[in-house]
């Protein structure tokens, strides 16, 4: 009964911050690594940010490096994607994931997604 639940998207100017969070139930957090993939409109799926279980090793896509931090509370079991100097190219629906190994089968879970729109 893994669960993700995302919010905290919306319409923000160039230049601006949101900040995003992602509930997550069902599941051991604290073990788990933590990801925030995002979609844009005609494009695929991509990984944006990633956390380890313990929250102190983290890596970014070079598209958002320097300006979106991950973090985890894990006593709140959420995962916070922290977005700033937003783009118009930031523009997608922002999606919570985990995953997990089981003999040679990966299952990845995910929430629903929140809609992060950059526009002026």
């Known amino acids: 009964q893994v669960q993700l639940g995302e919010s905290g998207g919306g319409l923000v100017q160039p230049g601006g911050s949101l900040r995003l969070s992602c509930a997550a139930s069902?599941?051991?957090?604290?073990?788990?690594?933590m990801n925030w993939y995002r979609q844009a409109p005609g494009k695929e799926r991509e990984l944006v940010a990633t956390i380890t279980s313990d929250g102190y090793s983290m890596n970014y896509a070079d598209s958002v490096k320097g300006r979106f931090t991950i973090s985890r509370d894990n006593a709140k079991n959420t995962v916070y994607l922290q977005m700033n100097s937003l783009k118009p190219e930031d523009t997608a629906v922002y999606y919570c994931?985990?995953?997990?190994?089981?003999?040679?089968?990966?299952?990845?879970?995910w929430g629903k997604g929140t809609l992060v729109t950059v526009s002026s």
């Open positions: 994931n985990t995953w997990r190994t089981i003999g040679s089968i990966t299952n990845n879970y």
């Open positions: 069902g599941f051991a957090f604290s073990i788990y690594e």
